[in-house]
């Protein structure tokens, strides 16, 4: 039983860890994710953020 507990307990704290990572970088404004990639690689890279709901440009 305790075995079970602290798999959860770990699972939970990776969980806790990602949600406070994905909170900061959304809070986050105007940030890089990448530069000096190509025009296509760029375009790629927005469609998927877009279709996640992200708001993106690119320059």
Request: proline letters at 0%; aromatic letters at 2%.
């Amino acid at each position: 039983m305790e075995l079970v507990g602290s798999w959860s307990d770990r699972i939970r704290d990776k969980v806790v860890v990602v949600r406070v990572k994905a909170k900061a970088l959304v809070e986050k404004s105007h940030t890089i994710l990448k530069a000096r990639l190509s025009k296509e690689e760029g375009e790629k890279i927005v469609e998927k953020l877009k279709a996640l709901g992200a708001k993106v440009i690119l320059e």
